[in-house]
């Protein structure tokens, strides 16, 4: 059975509409993250959450607000989409806060923004 | 400033070869470093790890990697590859466990039976 579930598997949205991407961890762990992979960029890290509050964010822009309404659950809200937003999404969780912890990579949401 | 390089888009070995896949770390502070590989279509999944101790680390599926502080490099080893690892292998600095990290571009890892 899959320990993270990220939901859609694909997306496709049309410029400046809003989409949710969801993450859920069955691994009893404490941090969840948000990762993009892009094709013209290399993995890039987004936000860290830690008991559901938010332990870094290292995304410039407000229209991506992450959202925690369980520990286990760390969903991604995208506004105003662009066609740059296009790539795809990855969820991940660790037991604890920080990278000492593995983290556990779900299989990710891959967004077209047309 | 954090950095990782992988000088090595696109790697081709023949199945059974040996295997080193390149990384060069630049940290200010003490680095833990990783390597993650990724199959098609799936998520990340973790190789190895390293922080302290001895500079060379084993992983899943017999890979190891070698840390040298005096090269700040990380690579990847494998004696003999099977045609189950193509695959895309990450390099990923963190500089004293923080939050922030850093990943390499990736290379992508062909093996050619």
């Known amino acids: 059975d899959p320990k993270i579930i990220q939901k859609p598997k694909y997306l496709v949205a049309v410029t400046g509409s809003e989409k949710i991407l969801i993450c859920e961890q069955y691994l009893g762990h404490n941090a969840m993250y948000w990762y993009r992979q892009s094709a013209k960029k290399p993995l890039e890290f987004m936000f860290s959450?830690?008991?559901?509050?938010?332990?870094d964010n290292q995304t410039a822009s407000s229209r991506f607000q992450p959202q925690s309404s369980k520990k286990n659950h760390l969903d991604l809200q995208i506004t105003a989409l662009k066609p740059d937003d296009s790539a795809t999404y990855f969820c991940?969780?660790?037991?604890?806060?920080?990278?000492?912890?593995?983290?556990?990579f779900g299989p990710g949401t891959r967004l077209l923004v047309l | 400033a954090q950095s990782v390089t992988q000088p090595d888009a696109r790697v081709t070995v023949s199945e059974g070869a040996s295997l080193q896949l390149r990384c060069k770390y630049s940290s200010s502070g003490t680095p833990y470093l990783f390597w993650y590989v990724q199959y098609p279509r799936q998520g990340l999944q973790l190789l190895l790890k390293y922080y302290s101790g001895d500079p060379v680390v084993q992983g899943v599926n017999g890979f190891e990697a070698e840390f040298s502080k005096s090269n700040s490099s990380f690579h990847l080893r494998k004696a003999s590859v099977h045609w189950s690892d193509s695959a895309v292998y990450f390099c990923v600095l963190s500089a004293t466990g923080g939050y922030k990290v850093v990943f390499g571009s990736g290379t992508r890892l062909l093996v050619s039976p």
């Open positions: 991940a969780s660790s037991q604890d806060e920080g990278w000492q912890d593995t983290q556990y």
């Open positions: 959450y830690s008991y559901q509050k938010l332990m």
